[in-house]
């Protein structure tokens, strides 16, 4: 019996440890690309880059990777920074259509009678095309009624 009562033994067999080879890792070349190098790629190489179309000759890290995403990122941003092929045109189109409806209102207000009036006193702003006969006709006094026109006739 044991000395200690609380204390176990327990018999495990020993088991031999196989003999297990770890082989050599290769040395990975890993591509070393400069950030003025990656500037001066167009998109396309860059994209080709990326998905692993164009074969660089070694691995790409994943600094590298994300360093010709960011580029790539940043000149989308400045291409969608852009504006509009449009907009110039339609602002000076908007100026232009401002511009002449000032003088179109300019125009309009000085045809106006009153305005005529007080810019010119003396010459009157409407030209009549009645005849003068009937111009004199309408300038008399016109009769009440018929009882004024037959006493007219029965003094003469």
């Known amino acids: 019996?044991?000395?200690?009562?609380?204390?176990l033994n327990i018999n495990i067999p020993q088991f031999a440890?196989?003999?297990?080879?770890?082989?050599?890792?290769?040395?990975?070349?890993?591509?070393?690309?400069t950030a003025a190098d990656i500037k001066a790629m167009k998109d396309d190489e860059i994209i080709q880059i990326l998905t692993g179309e164009?074969?660089?000759?070694?691995?790409?890290?994943?600094g590298t990777r994300q360093v010709l995403t960011n580029e790539l990122m940043t000149r989308t941003i400045k291409?969608?920074?852009?504006?509009?092929?449009?907009v110039m045109p339609s602002f000076w189109l908007l100026v232009a259509t401002v511009v002449l409806t000032a003088l179109a209102l300019v125009v309009a207000f000085v045809g106006l009678p009153q305005v005529q009036?007080?810019?010119?006193?003396?010459?009157p702003f409407y030209q009549?095309?009645?005849?003068?006969?009937?111009?004199q006709l309408l300038l008399q006094p016109a009769k009440k009624n018929s009882e004024d026109i037959t006493t007219?006739?029965?003094?003469?």
Do not use: C, Y
């Not at 291409?79 to 449009?86: D, T």
């Not at 007219?152 to 003469?156: A, E, Q, T, V």
């Open 17 to 33: 440890m196989p003999d297990i080879r770890i082989p050599k890792m290769p040395e990975i070349e890993v591509a070393e690309i």
């Open 54 to 62: 164009k074969d660089m000759g070694a691995m790409i890290d994943l």
């Open 79 to 86: 291409q969608a920074s852009k504006p509009h092929w449009s």
């Open 117 to 123: 009036k007080l810019l010119n006193p003396e010459k």
């Open 128 to 135: 009549s095309t009645q005849p003068v006969v009937e111009k």
């Open 1 to 7: 019996m044991p000395d200690d009562p609380f204390k």
């Open 152 to 156: 007219d006739k029965g003094k003469k």
